[in-house]
């Protein structure tokens, strides 16, 4: 399981600045954090109208990852937070 392509894939053609785009996975044994980079321009974009899109791609991703007996968890980087 790829979670790093596929979120390449599917959030790669609706960025206006996709060269800013980066997935770092992190984690050893069942677990795995995903965390996702972006232009702050292109924040709302990966969020989505009321948070429907990340929550959606976090879905997707547990969902995957209960598949491979992973727990895996995804979060969009906000700079402003760290």
Same mark, same amino acid.
Not at 2 to 29: I, K, M, Q, Y
Not at 63 to 71: C, M, N, Q
């Given at each position: ?18 060269? &800013?785009? /980066? ?5 050893? @044994?069942? %677990?795995?954090?995903?965390? *996702?980079?972006?232009?702050?321009? =292109? ?12 929550? &959606?791609? /976090? ?5 995957? @990852?209960? %598949?491979?007996?992973?727990? *895996?968890?995804?979060?969009?980087? =906000?700079?402003?937070?760290?």
């Amino acid at each position: 399981m790829n979670l790093e392509a596929f979120l390449r894939d599917v959030l790669t053609p609706l960025l206006d600045h996709p060269d &800013a785009f /980066r997935v770092e996975v992190a984690g050893e @044994g069942r %677990k795995r954090d995903v965390l *996702v980079f972006a232009d702050p321009r =292109d924040r709302g974009r990966i969020i989505g109208k009321h948070g429907r899109m990340i929550s &959606a791609l /976090r879905t997707l991703c547990k969902t995957a @990852g209960e %598949k491979a007996g992973l727990v *895996v968890d995804l979060e969009l980087y =906000d700079e402003d937070e760290a």
